[in-house]
């Protein structure tokens, strides 16, 4: 087991669908797929088996603990940290194309499958990329967000591998996002020069106050 890990540290997690009930060698089981995005520059695919649920009881929750894991696939094509994974879903809801990000500047596209077959490779970030995420512009067709160290979001058209659009997010970078259930809102997060003074808009009182309070009780700091 401890060969097949990575050998740097795991940025990323991606959970796929459980699949219930599967027919194992030890009877039905629960069977998952995970994906680990690392610093070392590679993508592992993870086959989690555990005893099918019963209950989500304690002890129901420590039996599935005890699950079985092997690595069924490894991605290999980034040549530095891999910061971000995502899948995007075919028409039928089927997870059908890997989406990772990466510091080398690139999103690489991978048949979702333990091949690891490499199908795509996405340019146009001028630094680190940073987050994934997926949004549907009319409820079929699936698109790709992505962005960056410098601020930038891409959206992108994976079926014909191009970009639709880009444009400035926020004044620094952005290190985390997401769409809306409609696909027609994007979220940013990131690091804006936004910091302690913004604490007076919640409690009236600036952080920085070197005023002495002798009546703490009182107040929501002591000073």
């Known amino acids: 087991m401890f060969a097949l890990q990575h050998c740097s540290g795991v940025n990323a997690l991606l959970l796929s669908h459980t699949r219930r009930g599967v027919q194992g060698e030890h009877g039905h089981q629960d069977v998952a797929t995970v994906w680990t995005a690392s610093r070392d520059s590679l993508i592992k695919m993870w086959e ?4 099918g649920r019963k209950d989500d009881s304690l002890g129901g929750m420590e039996q599935r603990a005890r699950a079985s894991v092997v690595m069924s696939g490894e991605f290999e094509g980034h040549i530095d940290w891999v910061n971000s994974l995502c899948v995007l879903k075919d028409s039928d809801g089927s997870d059908s194309i890997l989406a990772s990000c990466s510091s080398d500047g690139t999103i690489r596209l991978w048949e979702n499958n333990e091949n690891a077959t490499a199908v795509g490779c996405l340019c ?20 790709l967000v992505s962005s960056g160290l ?20 926020i004044k620094s970078s952005i290190y985390s996002s997401a769409c809306d259930e409609t696909g027609q809102t994007i979220f940013a997060g990131g690091s804006d020069e936004i910091h302690f003074a913004m604490t007076a808009m919640f409690d009236a009182m600036t952080a920085l106050s070197s005023k002495y ?10 000073y």
Do not use: M
Not at 124 to 143: A, E, F, Q, R
Not at 157 to 166: S, T
């Open 48 to 51: 989690c088996r555990y005893p």
């Open 124 to 143: 146009g970030h001028k630094d680190y990329v940073t987050c994934l995420c997926t949004g549907s512009i009319d409820g079929s067709s699936c698109y």
């Open 150 to 169: 410098l601020g930038e979001v891409y959206v992108w058209d994976v079926a014909k591998q191009e970009q639709i659009f880009g444009f400035k997010g």
């Open 213 to 222: 309070n002798d009546s703490p009780q009182k107040a929501s700091r002591p």
